[in-house]
């Protein structure tokens, strides 16, 4: 029997009240600075893949609350956290997931909150403050797209993959690596193979955010190498509960624990995506 609180369902509605108020306080710190300004940063993996304080106050917003809430799951968090557990379950997070948007006053940017047992997703949250969305779900339980009203509130719709059929007629979202120069070239030479093949592709700049959107269906695919467990561990869970099928590029099962490869699509187009993704 599931121990009270340990429940996916339980696991999901914390994660999103987490996930909402790192998130605000990441908004809150974004809409002070004003309209196109631009948020200092510090470097990390490369020069071109900023962190800055919001990031960092964050996250730390998010381990206080799981600690208080449940102190003995593990955390592993984008900007640092690494924190061992006992109980099996591991909480992924990512206070800014598309902190380059972030940087530059771009409104794709989110908090995504992934709960992992086994290298298997079990709830997941991913908030979009400036979009005014919540996509979350637990496992069994389906996938929800909330949007916060302007009281606070949300009113929540159930959602699912699109029903496209075609890779031809259908909109694919990709992203590119910020750690080394020949992964990005590797990476565009892919995305000019594929782009005839589809009817467009977008760069949205979040992990995150490109695994919600194809579990609400506004795009059918998603692919990207070269990630981490806190980019994707809530966004598989997203699209598997909403009828995706989500792998890595050879097909094998998605280790949320290291993610490698990603390719998430609706269930008719994910071998026609991979084939293509693979030539």
Not at 259 to 264: D, E, Q, R, T
């Amino acid at each position: 029997m599931t121990a009270h609180g340990d429940s996916p369902e339980e696991l999901r509605r914390l994660a999103v009240d987490i996930a909402r108020e790192a998130g605000d306080h990441a908004r809150r710190g974004r809409v002070e600075l004003g309209a196109g300004s631009r948020v200092a940063h510090d470097t990390k993996s490369s020069d071109v893949d900023p962190v800055t304080q919001f990031d960092r106050e964050a996250e730390a917003i998010v381990v206080d609350r799981v600690t208080a809430a449940r102190p003995d799951d593990a955390i592993v968090g984008e900007e640092g956290t690494d924190r061992a557990g006992t109980t099996g379950l591991e909480w992924h997070v990512d206070p800014i997931d598309g902190t380059v948007n972030y940087v530059y006053d771009l409104p794709m940017w989110c908090t995504s909150i992934g709960i992992v047992r086994d290298g298997q997703p079990v709830a997941g949250a991913v908030y979009a403050p400036m979009l005014g969305e919540i996509t979350s779900a637990s496992l069994g339980g389906g996938t929800t797209l909330s949007s916060i009203q302007p009281d606070g509130s949300a009113t929540d719709q159930p959602v699912t993959v699109s029903g496209a059929t075609v890779l031809a007629t259908s909109l694919v979202t990709t992203g590119f690596s910020y750690f080394v120069e020949e992964h990005r070239e590797h990476q565009a030479a892919r995305i000019a193979a594929l782009l005839p093949h589809v009817r467009d592709i977008r760069r949205m700049g979040s992990a995150a955010l490109d695994l919600a959107f194809v579990a609400t269906g506004r795009v059918e695919g998603y692919f990207e190498e070269f990630l981490n467990s806190w980019d994707v561990a809530a966004g598989v869970i997203l699209v598997t509960e909403a009828g995706g099928v989500v792998t890595a590029f050879d097909g094998s099962p998605i280790d949320a624990r290291e993610p490698a490869g990603v390719l998430a699509a609706a269930p008719e187009l994910h071998a026609a995506l991979d084939a293509r993704i693979e030539r």
